[in-house]
């Protein structure tokens, strides 16, 4: 099965610095990748995904990059407020663009601080 | 509507009682998943529900029952539990839908369920 390794398991930065959040994949078959941030008690939220055929998506100060050959993608967040301070899990999956359910594989999550 | 509905909020039971955990959806989806969520862990998938049958079962122990009703409704019944089973508990839904298509991939979680076994 498809197994997701994230680092750094925390990361501190400066308000206004760069984070940037690293995950690799096994499994060469999984074709969407998402990102999601959690806030202390709540449900995690997708914040960006990407899929197997873009190599870069970006969302205001929110970038994803993927990798396919190293089979690596990397969640990137400029001008960083206190605000985006939180749990952030990537995710993998095969099953995008099947008839059936997708079997999402999560990173152990990266507790990002940021500090005013 | 893209709410996934999930009661109660809170829930805090003695190892002998049992109860229910009710998620409920709109947007038509046929997929459903029960996650365990642990403080600051990724959420651990426990079951699948794909077309109101139980496609997967992660392993879980009998204490936790899934249920599925119908299209829109997961339940998962409490019984038996032990202290370690305190979590979040997560119900997400996700495509295809009942219009047919494609999975997106994209899971839609609820606000979850916060358990707390004394």
């Known amino acids: 099965g498809e197994n997701v390794e994230q680092h750094p398991s925390t990361l501190s930065v400066q308000e206004g610095d760069s984070a940037v959040i690293k995950c690799t994949y096994s499994d060469s078959a999984s074709n969407y990748f998402p990102w999601y941030k959690q806030e202390l008690g709540k449900r995690p939220q997708l914040i960006i995904d990407i899929r197997s055929n873009v190599g870069e998506k970006k969302d205001q100060r929110i970038a994803v990059t993927l990798n396919k050959t190293a089979k690596h993608f990397s969640l990137h967040i400029t001008e960083t407020q206190p605000e985006d301070s939180a749990v952030y899990f990537c995710?993998?999956?095969?099953?995008?663009?099947?008839?059936?359910?997708?079997?999402?594989?999560f990173g152990q999550g990266t507790i990002l601080t940021v500090h005013p | 509507d893209t709410e996934v509905t999930q009661t109660p909020k809170h829930l805090v039971m003695g190892m002998t009682n049992k109860k229910s955990l009710k998620c409920e959806q709109h947007?038509?989806?046929?997929?459903m998943y029960w996650y365990k969520q642990k403080a600051k862990k990724p959420p651990e998938l426990m079951f699948v529900?794909?077309?109101?049958?139980?496609?997967i079962n992660e392993s879980v122990p009998s204490r936790f029952s899934p249920e599925c009703p119908n299209s829109s409704l997961l339940n998962l019944h409490l019984h038996a539990l032990q202290p370690e089973d305190s979590a979040l508990y997560l119900c997400?839904?996700?495509?295809?839908?009942?219009?047919?298509?494609?999975?997106?991939?994209?899971?839609?979680f609820g606000e979850g369920s916060r358990l707390t076994v004394l």
């Open positions: 997400a839904s996700s495509h295809p839908s009942l219009a047919g298509g494609r999975s997106t991939g994209e899971l839609f």
């Open positions: 947007m038509g989806h046929r997929a």
């Open positions: 529900y794909s077309y109101e049958k139980l496609s």
């Open positions: 995710a993998a999956t095969p099953n995008a663009g099947g008839t059936s359910y997708g079997k999402l594989t």
